[in-house]
């Protein structure tokens, strides 16, 4: 089993900033060659893709959040970071956390909300 847990969402006002974090537990083996990714979904819209990171550090972004978000990771504490920066109410949404291993089996967090509103 594997588990993934996120937090830092909550409420922020618009310009404002949060880091998002991805705590993995369970059966997680060489978290080094997983690719990491955020997702979001908002109210009737279907989940995206926020950001990658591949096990190689490549990085990926979608074109509404570049610039403002940055993805990482931390091996040794098998976790995985979206720090987010200037923030507007259309980031508005649950974001969920995803780690694919090697077989493309892919886990996923219970998600965690953030608001953008003044």
């Known amino acids: 089993q594997v588990q993934l847990v996120e937090s830092g969402g909550g409420l922020v006002q618009p310009g404002g900033s949060l880091k998002l974090s991805c705590a993995t537990s369970?059966?997680?083996?060489?978290?080094?060659?997983?690719?990491l990714a955020w997702y979001r979904q908002a109210p009737g819209k279907q989940r995206e893709l926020v950001a990658q990171?591949?096990?190689?550090?490549?990085?990926n972004y979608a074109d509404s959040v570049k610039g403002r978000f940055t993805i990482s990771r931390d091996n040794a504490k098998k976790s995985a970071y979206l720090q987010m920066s200037s923030l507007r109410p259309e980031d508005t949404a649950v974001y969920y956390c995803?780690?694919?291993?090697?077989?493309?089996?892919?886990?996923w967090g219970q998600g965690t909300q953030v608001s953008v509103s003044s």
């Open positions: 995803n780690v694919r291993n090697i077989w493309n089996n892919n886990f």
């Open positions: 990171i591949t096990a190689s550090n490549s990085t």
């Open positions: 369970g059966s997680i083996f060489s978290f080094d060659t997983m690719d």
